[in-house]
């Protein structure tokens, strides 16, 4: 609901008073079998890391979305460590960014396989097409905007 909020007062310039009390009607594309579904994936993922190898370190943080490809519609999130069920750890480890949408870390390579089919399905030819983009690349500080 948070990122809700923020969206509606960001991008479509909706006070607080606006939302909470002039009778909006939000609908949004997330649901709630996917958000379980996406929570049970993580804990099982952890659950893996732990039986088949060591824990995940409490430095590294998690988050993902799932978004329809067709729509761009949000279907679920999960935004990484609750910070107020473990503030304490949170504060150590710098959690309390809500790692889905707040954080700026790069996606990874995991990422790449879609933005390579994506390019092909745009008619991009893998053997014969160049990046054309500045160099370095610059990643701008997180006192700039996003």
């Not at 909706?14 to 579904?37: P, R, W």
């Not at 503030?87 to 959690?95: P, S």
């Not at 990874?108 to 893998?126: C, D, I, Q």
């Amino acid at each position: 609901m948070t990122d809700v909020q923020n969206e509606l007062e960001s991008v479509y310039g909706y006070t607080l008073k606006q939302i909470q009390n002039d009778g909006l009607q939000i609908v949004t594309t997330i649901s709630e079998a996917k958000m379980k579904a996406l929570y049970a994936a993580v804990a099982q993922a952890k659950g893996y890391m732990k039986q088949y190898g060591q824990p995940m370190p409490n430095w590294l943080h998690m988050g993902a979305e799932l978004i329809n490809p067709k729509t761009g519609g949000v279907e679920a999130v999960y935004e990484g460590a609750n910070y107020s069920a473990n503030q304490k750890q949170c504060d150590a480890t710098h959690c309390q960014y809500l790692m889905a949408t707040e954080a700026r870390n790069q996606v990874g390579s995991s990422f790449k396989p879609y933005v390579l089919a994506t390019a092909v399905k745009l008619g991009m030819n893998v053997k014969t097409s160049q990046l054309n983009a500045n160099w370095p690349l610059c990643i701008p500080p997180d006192t700039q905007p996003t």
